[in-house]
């Protein structure tokens, strides 16, 4: 396995205008060298599937012109950085994979040109917090150790059209109706949380198939074949194979 050792550095030259770094999946190991952030030109940083360890450098972020970060399928761990909003650029970082934990930071709502944020596969903890992401197009934090409530303003985000991928965490409560307001072209994957209670069946939801919703034992409602109990007192109900009908 090839090292990325300390002696690895990047030129300390001004005039260098490195625009891209792209060694993905060539066997490297060591830590991120905090140097990177020196390199005011850079644009797009691809690490991917090597193996980094330790935690992703606070300079990294001083790299004004990064607007793309690639570093999943790493060793990585830590928290992410406070200073991973300091890009004015940033719109994709993926660092998923890795083992990066603690709370999902609140100053993620600063990165304001973000469009793709992937940080599935990793040890982030504790509630989502609210945000202000209008130009996200795709969310995954699918595989943490997430739990509460899915945050109703996620609705909010307009821009999503790609994927919101909840999967693989411990959220619950009921689905909020307001994820019927996302785009029709958004695929939802709620699977294995804690959810609750009937899935909305309003905008977004129509076009959503019953995988991504599996493996919630307490929701029911269309596209599940568990239909929903009818709960009124004074209503008599016909239990059929598949539904409770009112008469």
Do not use: W
């Not at 490195?18 to 990177?36: C, M, Q």
């Not at 994957?189 to 609750?196: G, I, V």
Request: hydrophobic share 35%; with cysteine; net charge neutral.
């Amino acid at each position: 396995m090839a090292s990325f050792s300390g002696n690895d550095r990047p030129p300390k030259s001004a005039d260098l205008r490195v625009v891209g770094i792209t060694a993905a999946g060539k066997n490297l190991r060591g830590y991120i060298p905090s140097e990177l952030g020196s390199l005011i030109y850079l644009r797009r940083l691809n690490l991917h599937d090597n193996d980094f360890y330790g935690s992703i450098p606070n300079q990294l972020f001083n790299a004004s012109s990064l607007h793309s970060i690639f570093l999943y399928g790493n060793s990585l761990n830590g928290s992410l950085p406070p200073s991973t909003c300091n890009l004015p650029l940033l719109q994709n970082l993926d660092l998923s994979k890795n083992s990066i934990s603690g709370p999902l930071p609140k100053f993620l709502r600063n990165c304001r040109q973000l469009q793709r944020l992937i940080l599935a596969g990793n040890d982030f903890s504790g509630e989502i917090p609210e945000g202000e992401l209008a130009n996200l197009e795709q969310l995954d934090l699918s595989a943490n150790e997430f739990n509460g409530s899915i945050p109703v303003d996620i609705g909010e985000l307009k821009s999503l059209s790609e994927t919101l991928n909840l999967s693989f965490n411990h959220f619950t409560g009921k689905i909020p109706k307001t994820l019927g307001d996302l785009p029709l072209t958004v695929s939802f994957d709620l699977r294995n949380n804690n959810l609750t209670g009937e899935i909305p069946q309003t905008g977004s939801f129509a076009n959503q198939g019953p995988t991504a919703f599996l493996n919630n034992s307490m929701l029911c409602g269309f596209p599940l074949q568990r239909t929903c109990k009818i709960n009124s007192e004074n209503t008599p109900r016909i239990q059929s194979d598949s539904a409770y009908i009112n008469v």
